[in-house]
């Protein structure tokens, strides 16, 4: 019985938690004691100086309120009555099992609890009685009694028990007479708490308890299950930017002293009303700007200019502006004058070359070489030419009439792009002459006569300027002065009817330009 007994102590010890009876709602205990007869045979109530009888039980309950609990408690062990066989004696061993509902005279928060409780139940023996031989079960109604339960953690209770049992049957002691049987358990155990606690939020405060449910998860608590509030303005700590200092609900828990609606630690002028706006500073001349910051306190100005007006618009202040009227959208310089990079008295905004002195008549652009085209435009800067040649000089009559000379001496193979020998010879002094006037372009057109398919002759003629380019390049002639147009028979100058019509019509020209 002693090892039982042990066995089932150490298994109810693995089922400790750490809830009150309130949060996780089932109970079981472990309970040993004596039992105790009062019948016909005699009266041992609260006896002690005669036979004792052992009982050990086991105990299930289930929280119902905090005054109140239903209660399972099975017991085996021996009743029994010992007296000189001339008064009569028995014992026999029994399995009890009971239904109580306990009333707690205390809440669950008590650390001691004392309790009442009745109920019923039935107890099995296991030899038959005297009387009535073959009725091994007894029913108890009611059983009833009292004891306390004392919290020795947070799920451990100490019990102590007196159990009450009124048997329904007068037999088990071999006497049938005026009062049934009764029996008294003496016990004291240790239970313990187990279940699933809720707790909804999660915050570790059972639902019952917890007067803020809907804390956010992994928020500190205080006891009753609200969020913790240390400087105890009524703004929860997590969501209070200055917990630890008494503050106002808008402003998120802060403190604001000149209560412009600016919570002192975000207010730059925390003792002098002022706006949002510009961080609970005042702005007499509401510009915007903080009067703090303002070097025009009593003029209305730009937040980029401090506080001070700018007439002209041209990004310097009129206090600090020397040139009040410049033009709009003229940079300017630190004392607000239009900008001039190369000191010719032309601003930049109006200085075609800003970076390069020149003359009010070229738009302050140089002419280095006098012949009235700025440089920047001038094909030819350092060699006096014409405005019509973009400051390059004519080309000579003679050259002029050379290129053209040039022009009618290049053939080529016959129905091919492949310059004759012959034409080569010309092609060499023509570039001399486009070396002599290096900013001169040449444009080389090609033509063709009516003989063949239209198509043909516009290719064969492209193909003839490309011959002639790609001569002229091979000598030095930069590719970008150098332009080939092929026209097929499009532009014929004599008869394609005859032989010699043909043949002028299958021709080059050379026409120059700057």
Same mark, same amino acid.
């Given at each position: 019985?002693?090892?039982?007994?042990?066995l089932?102590?150490?298994?109810?010890?693995?089922?400790?938690?750490?809830?009150?009876?309130?949060?996780?709602?089932?109970?079981?205990?472990?309970?040993?004691?004596?039992?105790?007869?009062?019948?016909?045979?005699?009266?041992?109530?609260?006896?002690?100086?005669?036979?004792?009888?052992?009982?050990?039980?086991?105990?299930?309950?289930?929280?119902?309120?905090?005054?109140?609990?239903?209660?399972?408690?099975?017991?085996?062990?021996?009743?029994?009555? %010992?007296?000189?066989?001339?008064?009569?004696?028995?014992?026999?061993?029994?399995?009890?099992a009971?239904?109580?509902?306990?009333?707690?005279?205390?809440?669950?928060?008590?650390?001691v609890?004392?309790?009442?409780?009745?109920g019923?139940?039935?107890?099995?023996?296991?030899?038959?009685?005297?009387?009535?031989?073959?009725?091994?079960?007894?029913?108890?109604?009611?059983?009833?009694?009292?004891?306390?339960?004392?919290?020795?953690?947070?799920?451990?209770?100490?019990?102590?028990? @007196?159990?009450?049992?009124?048997?329904?049957?007068?037999?088990?002691?071999?006497?049938?007479? *005026?009062?049934n049987?009764?029996?008294?358990?003496?016990?004291?155990?240790?239970?313990? %708490?187990?279940?699933?606690?809720?707790?909804?939020?999660?915050?570790?405060?059972?639902?019952?308890?917890?007067?803020?449910?809907?804390?956010?998860?992994?928020?500190?608590?205080?006891?009753?299950?609200?969020?913790?509030? #240390?400087?105890?303005?009524?703004?929860?700590?997590?969501?209070?930017?200055?917990?630890?200092?008494?503050?106002?609900?808008?402003?998120?828990?802060?403190p604001?002293?000149?209560?412009?609606?600016?919570?002192?630690?975000?207010?730059?002028?925390?003792?002098?009303?002022?706006?949002?706006?510009?961080?609970?500073?005042?702005?007499?001349d509401?510009?915007?700007v903080?009067d703090?910051?303002?070097?025009?306190?009593?003029?209305?100005?730009?937040?980029?200019?401090?506080?001070?007006?700018d007439?002209?618009?041209?990004?310097?202040?009129?206090?600090?502006?020397?040139?009040?009227n410049?033009?709009?959208?003229? *940079?300017?310089?630190?004392?607000?004058?239009?900008?001039?990079?190369?000191?010719?008295?032309?601003?930049?905004?109006?200085?075609?070359?800003?970076?390069?002195?020149?003359?009010?008549?070229?738009?302050?652009?140089?002419?280095?070489?006098?012949?009235?085209?700025?440089?920047?435009?001038?094909?030819?800067?350092?060699?006096?030419?014409?405005?019509?040649?973009?400051?390059?000089?004519?080309?000579?009559?003679?050259?002029?009439?050379?290129?053209?000379?040039?022009?009618?001496?290049?053939?080529?193979?016959?129905? /091919?792009? #492949?310059?004759?020998?012959?034409?080569?010879? *010309?092609?060499?002094?023509?570039?001399?002459?486009?070396?002599?006037?290096?900013?001169?372009?040449?444009?080389? @057109?090609?033509?063709?006569? /009516?003989?063949?398919?239209?198509?043909? %002759?516009?290719?064969?003629?492209?193909?003839?300027?490309?011959?002639?380019?790609?001569?002229?390049?091979?000598?030095?002639?930069?590719?970008?002065?150098?332009?080939?147009?092929?026209?097929?028979?499009?532009?014929?100058i004599?008869? %394609?009817?005859?032989?010699?019509?043909?043949?002028?019509?299958?021709?080059?020209?050379?026409k120059?330009?700057?």
């Amino acid at each position: 019985m002693k090892k039982l007994l042990l066995l089932c102590i150490c298994v109810a010890l693995t089922l400790i938690t750490n809830a009150q009876t309130e949060d996780k709602k089932w109970n079981i205990g472990l309970h040993g004691g004596i039992s105790q007869y009062n019948g016909d045979l005699g009266k041992d109530f609260y006896r002690t100086h005669m036979a004792l009888y052992g009982v050990g039980g086991v105990s299930v309950s289930r929280f119902i309120g905090n005054y109140f609990d239903l209660n399972l408690f099975v017991t085996k062990g021996t009743v029994g009555f %010992n007296r000189p066989a001339s008064i009569g004696s028995f014992n026999d061993n029994f399995t009890s099992a009971l239904i109580n509902f306990r009333f707690n005279v205390l809440e669950s928060k008590y650390i001691v609890r004392p309790y009442l409780f009745v109920g019923a139940g039935a107890m099995l023996f296991e030899d038959n009685p005297p009387v009535s031989p073959n009725n091994k079960v007894d029913f108890i109604a009611p059983s009833f009694g009292g004891g306390v339960n004392v919290r020795l953690g947070p799920s451990v209770m100490l019990n102590i028990q @007196e159990t009450f049992l009124y048997s329904m049957a007068d037999n088990r002691d071999g006497v049938v007479a *005026q009062a049934n049987d009764m029996y008294l358990l003496h016990t004291v155990g240790i239970t313990f %708490n187990f279940g699933k606690k809720k707790d909804a939020d999660g915050d570790g405060i059972s639902d019952y308890r917890d007067k803020c449910p809907a804390t956010p998860v992994s928020i500190a608590v205080d006891k009753v299950g609200c969020p913790l509030d #240390k400087d105890g303005d009524g703004e929860a700590d997590y969501l209070d930017a200055c917990p630890d200092v008494a503050g106002v609900k808008a402003l998120k828990g802060c403190p604001d002293r000149d209560t412009d609606g600016i919570a002192d630690k975000d207010d730059i002028c925390p003792d002098v009303k002022g706006s949002a706006a510009l961080k609970g500073c005042p702005d007499k001349d509401e510009d915007g700007v903080a009067d703090m910051d303002d070097r025009c306190p009593d003029l209305a100005g730009l937040e980029a200019l401090k506080g001070c007006p700018d007439a002209d618009k041209d990004g310097v202040a009129d206090l600090d502006d020397k040139c009040p009227n410049t033009k709009a959208g003229y *940079q300017v310089d630190a004392t607000g004058c239009a900008m001039d990079n190369d000191k010719d008295g032309i601003f930049n905004e109006e200085d075609a070359c800003p970076d390069k002195a020149g003359i009010a008549a070229l738009k302050g652009c140089p002419d280095s070489d006098s012949d009235g085209v700025a440089d920047n435009e001038d094909r030819c800067p350092d060699v006096k030419g014409t405005i019509a040649n973009k400051g390059c000089p004519e080309i000579a009559k003679a050259d002029l009439k050379k290129i053209t000379n040039i022009a009618s001496k290049i053939f080529f193979e016959t129905n /091919s792009d #492949k310059l004759k020998v012959a034409s080569l010879v *010309q092609l060499d002094e023509l570039a001399i002459i486009l070396k002599k006037y290096e900013a001169a372009n040449l444009l080389i @057109e090609g033509h063709a006569d /009516s003989q063949g398919e239209d198509d043909f %002759n516009l290719n064969l003629s492209q193909k003839r300027t490309e011959s002639v380019k790609t001569y002229l390049m091979s000598k030095g002639i930069m590719e970008s002065r150098l332009t080939g147009i092929g026209y097929g028979e499009s532009k014929p100058i004599a008869d %394609n009817n005859t032989s010699e019509g043909r043949a002028k019509n299958r021709r080059v020209e050379l026409k120059t330009s700057y």
